[in-house]
């Protein structure tokens, strides 16, 4: 399996982009031009799978190209915690969050032509008790405003995480051992 087709990356995220890259993957970015609203009743692992598949059909790519999508969401106690609005929504949340354990989910899904591969990798966050003054300031360092669950355990929100058991890059929003393992399904060896 020694194959390296072209590689898109169906996101715009600079997170992702970066994680991709240590991987030491050439690939080209996209876009994907998809409604993100949660469709009513639907929960955080449906939601973040039915997205990264979605991604994953949403970008034109060559043929035989090879696309990687993925949607993350933070799950506290089964309720889909988004993109802050503003930054007292921001700090609606990090006060939620605070000394509790919560599940980030992130839907992967892998392209080749028609073939689809997809899975969703869950890992659990455990933030430390945060104080009005930390939250305070954590939110006006703006980190926390484009981040699902209003933070980045990979930034400066790291000082708000006790805890991760599971893959910390599926937290920064792309589990990179998810990637390559589905890539191999489909005949594609990124790493070795």
């Given at each position: 399996?020694t194959e390296?087709?072209?590689?898109?990356?169906?996101?715009g995220?600079?997170?992702?982009?970066?994680?991709?890259?240590?991987?030491?993957?050439?690939?080209?970015?996209?876009?994907p031009?998809?409604?993100?609203?949660?469709?009513?009743?639907e929960?955080?692992?449906?939601?973040?799978?039915r997205?990264?598949?979605?991604?994953?059909?949403?970008?034109?790519?060559?043929?035989?190209?090879?696309?990687?999508?993925?949607?993350?969401?933070?799950?506290?106690?089964?309720?889909?915690l988004?993109?802050?609005?503003?930054?007292?929504?921001?700090?609606?949340?990090?006060?939620?969050?605070?000394?509790?354990?919560?599940?980030?989910?992130?839907?992967?899904?892998?392209?080749?032509?028609?073939e689809?591969?997809?899975?969703?990798?869950?890992t659990?966050?455990?933030?430390?008790?945060?104080?009005?003054?930390?939250i305070?300031?954590?939110?006006?360092?703006g980190?926390?405003?484009?981040?699902?669950?209003?933070?980045?355990?990979?930034g400066?929100?790291?000082?708000?995480?006790?805890?991760?058991?599971g893959?910390?890059?599926?937290?920064?929003?792309l589990?990179?051992?998810?990637?390559a393992?589905l890539?191999?399904?489909?005949?594609?060896?990124l790493?070795?």
């Amino acid at each position: 399996m020694t194959e390296r087709p072209h590689v898109v990356l169906a996101s715009g995220s600079p997170r992702r982009r970066e994680l991709l890259t240590q991987l030491g993957v050439v690939f080209t970015t996209a876009s994907p031009d998809v409604d993100e609203t949660p469709h009513p009743g639907e929960g955080p692992v449906g939601y973040v799978h039915r997205l990264a598949i979605a991604k994953a059909f949403a970008v034109d790519v060559p043929p035989g190209a090879l696309v990687v999508a993925a949607d993350t969401t933070v799950d506290l106690g089964g309720e889909i915690l988004g993109k802050p609005e503003d930054a007292d929504d921001a700090r609606t949340m990090l006060g939620r969050l605070s000394a509790r354990t919560h599940r980030v989910h992130t839907g992967v899904a892998l392209r080749r032509g028609e073939e689809l591969v997809s899975e969703v990798i869950t890992t659990l966050v455990t933030f430390t008790p945060l104080t009005p003054a930390l939250i305070d300031w954590y939110v006006s360092t703006g980190e926390p405003l484009d981040k699902a669950g209003a933070y980045a355990v990979q930034g400066a929100g790291g000082v708000l995480v006790q805890r991760v058991h599971g893959s910390v890059s599926n937290v920064v929003g792309l589990p990179l051992h998810s990637v390559a393992r589905l890539a191999e399904q489909l005949g594609v060896a990124l790493v070795g």
